[in-house]
């Protein structure tokens, strides 16, 4: 079974730009988490993604955004690029459905985001 | 607000030797999980085991286990007889069973071994 894919691995852009990861999750992984890691910040939520609906949000200015297809694959969205965005942006999938026990994420290797 | 705090941001040990990372987290709800998480130089976050704060009994996995105190809100991983592959960053993590479902993460302990 393939594992969670995200494209691109590396990504260098400019101030001011706008950008678009995408995230391929597990087949039959319905849910889909973003999550932004910092060395400063650590790790913290973004959004997540079920059934082509957002359904739980972190808090991050509107520039940032995301969207899922009827695939499940996800996107995620960062307009007008601000050099406190470069991170490592993870994607993580799992099978959770509704609020029965939690079920396991699983996580892409990350896309490298640098702003210059 | 949940919070997770890891207050080792190095650790080292001597391969086949024994380390426990620590982790303690803050939440007001009484049901929940608890996370461990290790992140190689490949960037590719691995779960090493989890607790449900329900459960009593400590949660192990071959050469990992947790020492997981809910009254405490403590929740530190050992590792056994160490091994150079475990080296890595090391991330404690909990989520809500409620309906916000988002993982809150520690910083991350980076842990050396030493051959």
């Known amino acids: 079974k393939a594992g969670v894919t995200q494209t691109p691995r590396y990504l260098i852009k400019t101030r001011g730009q706008q950008v678009t990861l995408s995230c391929s999750p597990i087949?039959?992984?319905?849910?889909v988490s973003w999550y932004q890691q910092t060395p400063g910040q650590g790790l913290q939520f973004l959004f997540e993604?079920?059934?082509?609906?957002?359904?739980n949000k972190g808090n991050f200015p509107g520039r940032f955004s995301g969207r899922q297809f009827s695939n499940s694959r996800s996107e995620m969205n960062v307009s007008t690029l601000e050099l406190g965005d470069s991170a490592l942006y993870l994607c993580?999938?799992?099978?959770?459905?509704?609020?029965?026990?939690?079920?396991?994420?699983?996580f892409g290797q990350g896309t490298r985001l640098t702003v210059v | 607000a949940q919070t997770v705090t890891q207050s080792q941001p190095e650790m080292s040990v001597q391969e086949a030797e024994t380390v426990t990372l620590s982790c303690t987290y803050d939440?007001?709800?009484?049901?929940?999980?608890l996370f461990w998480y290790k992140q190689p130089p490949s960037r590719q976050m691995i779960l090493v085991i989890r607790?449900?704060?329900?459960k009593q009994q400590n949660a192990t996995e071959n050469r990992f286990s947790v020492n997981f105190q809910k009254a405490a809100k403590s929740f530190s991983l050992k590792i056994s007889d160490s091994q150079l592959g475990d080296a890595a960053m090391y991330f404690c993590?909990?989520?809500?069973?409620?309906?916000?479902?988002?993982?809150?993460w520690g910083l991350g302990t980076s842990l050396a071994v030493n051959p």
């Open positions: 993580a999938s799992s099978f959770q459905q509704g609020l029965e026990p939690y079920t396991e994420a699983f």
């Open positions: 087949s039959g992984h319905r849910s």
């Open positions: 607790q449900e704060a329900y």
């Open positions: 993590a909990y989520i809500g069973a409620g309906n916000n479902r988002k993982l809150i």
């Open positions: 939440t007001s709800e009484s049901d929940y999980y």
């Open positions: 993604y079920f059934s082509e609906t957002q359904r």
